[in-house]
């Protein structure tokens, strides 16, 4: 079993900065990509960054030169800072991850933080 453990959301002002960390454990051989997702209240959700295994991201255009993505391949944890925040940057962030098992290969999603800007 896998699991994703996401932190860091809260509340903040239009233009504040926050740092979302999601630790995965378990039983896992390696880890492919890692993602954020965000989904605010009546919208679907949607990519707002991945990193590959060697380092390669990609960003939604409506954060880029915002947020930055990174990863940590030895403590399995993939980090979102986000600078300059907007209140419509408000959602619930959740975590996806490409997972290796010994056994398997499967994508797991974290329980999802809230992330709130007001204006």
């Known amino acids: 079993q896998v699991q994703l453990v996401e932190s860091g959301g809260g509340l903040v002002q239009a233009g504040e900065s926050l740092r979302l960390s999601c630790a995965a454990s378990?039983?896992?051989?390696?880890?492919?990509?890692m993602d954020w997702h965000r989904q605010a209240p009546g919208k679907q959700r949607e990519l707002v960054a991945l990193?590959?295994?060697?380092?390669?991201?990609t960003y939604a255009d409506s954060v880029k030169g915002r947020f930055t993505i990174s990863r940590d391949t030895v403590k399995n944890t993939v980090y979102l800072q986000m600078n300059s925040l907007k209140p419509e940057d408000t959602a619930v962030y959740y975590c996806?991850?490409?997972?290796?098992?010994?056994?398997?290969?499967?994508?797991?999603w974290g329980q999802g933080t809230q992330v709130t800007v007001s204006s």
């Open positions: 996806y991850a490409d997972v290796f098992t010994h056994v398997a290969q499967r994508g797991y």
């Open positions: 378990g039983r896992i051989f390696s880890i492919n990509r």
């Open positions: 990193i590959t295994r060697s380092g390669s991201t």
